[in-house]
């Protein structure tokens, strides 16, 4: 994964805004999943409205709390200590309600009557077409900030959880692997990823794996069969599988079984949601401090109805039109080079 630092992260410079349309106050929720790093997100927005004389809105509990008028001033202050913390300040949730248009105009009342004039949205694909569909209808300007583990948002090489999901599964599987050598045992890791495979992907290279399995391309029995054979024939006794969750539970245990009824005796890890907590790393720090302000700075220029990302190491604004419901592939190279180094 790319190594940004400060220097070579493209961030647009804020302009002050002018006129009747400068913007006095913008809200601010998480939306979705918890992933490290939205509280950096969150402090980044913050501060950078509050240096450019805009008040922040926190929400309370995403799209639920702002439904609920859970709305609350934030200073400079309510943000303090907490870059390091995981999770989200402001707590998060997934509100079906929101499906609903009329419930997205309340929203927007809401927010008007409150004087805000702008809102930022740190989540996912779910919660950015909530505020896209927010200002479709409404006018409400909105700015998305991806913030998920599953690095699964098209328009941006990165979102903010990623990093740290990745660097929390490889931890685990180095410990795993003295237990396999030890034993000469087959270990299948379950990892997040319910649609998306990019978490067991670079776990899988990151962490010396023999075999990933991705929802993108699943793999036979019989494939995953000949791989470890090839590698006891070189004298190998061990091997580490690294399983994507997948859409429906239990994968792992069924492909655990299957691999028993030919013999193998394979253990099962499944690292459920220790990927989402904890620490966040400093690569995502930096990434999520930097698409907060830039997510400020955009708003002031009077952008909305997009999302703040990450192309070739440059922050950049996505329309949400280009984002939601659009799949983000996995990279070919990266799936032969977990063939080639296991061979």
Do not use: W
């Amino acid at each position: 994964m790319t190594r940004y630092t400060l220097g070579m992260l493209g961030i647009p410079k804020i302009q002050s805004p002018q006129g009747k349309n400068k913007l006095s106050s913008i809200a601010i929720l998480t939306s979705g999943g918890d992933a490290p790093g939205m509280n950096a997100a969150i402090r980044a927005v913050v501060r950078t409205a509050l240096a450019n004389n805009v008040k922040v809105f926190g929400v309370y509990k995403g799209y639920s709390g702002l439904l609920e008028g859970q709305i609350f001033p934030m200073t400079a202050s309510s943000v303090g200590n907490i870059i390091q913390r995981g999770g989200t300040v402001l707590k998060t949730d997934r509100c079906e309600a929101f499906f609903q248009k009329s419930v997205r105009r309340e929203a927007a009342h809401i927010l008007t009557r409150k004087g805000i004039g702008g809102l930022i949205v740190i989540g996912g694909d779910g919660s950015f077409t909530g505020a896209h569909l927010l200002e479709k209808e409404t006018g409400f300007p909105c700015i998305g900030v991806p913030g998920t583990i599953d690095n699964d948002i098209a328009g941006t090489d990165d979102t903010i959880g990623f990093d740290t999901a990745v660097n929390t599964a490889i931890e685990a599987i180095d410990r795993i692997r003295d237990t396999a050598s030890s034993h000469d045992r087959i270990f299948l890791v379950e990892v997040m990823g319910a649609q998306s495979g990019f978490i067991a992907l670079y776990t899988g290279v990151g962490g010396g794996a023999e075999i990933v399995y991705v929802p993108e391309a699943p793999l036979t029995l019989d494939q995953m069969k000949k791989v470890i054979e090839r590698g006891m024939k070189r004298g190998k006794g061990s091997s580490i599988i690294v399983v994507a969750e997948g859409p429906k539970p239990g994968l792992a245990q069924d492909l655990s079984k299957g691999l028993s009824k030919s013999g193998y005796r394979p253990k099962v890890c499944i690292l459920g949601h220790t990927q989402r907590g904890g620490t966040p790393s400093a690569h995502d720090r930096l990434l999520a401090s930097a698409l907060g302000s830039a997510a400020v700075g955009y708003l002031l220029q009077g952008k909305s109805n997009a999302m703040v990302g990450v192309q070739a190491n440059e922050v950049r604004l996505i329309p949400f039109s280009k984002v939601i419901g659009k799949k983000k592939v996995l990279s070919p190279n990266l799936k032969d080079l977990v063939q080639t180094l296991s061979s």
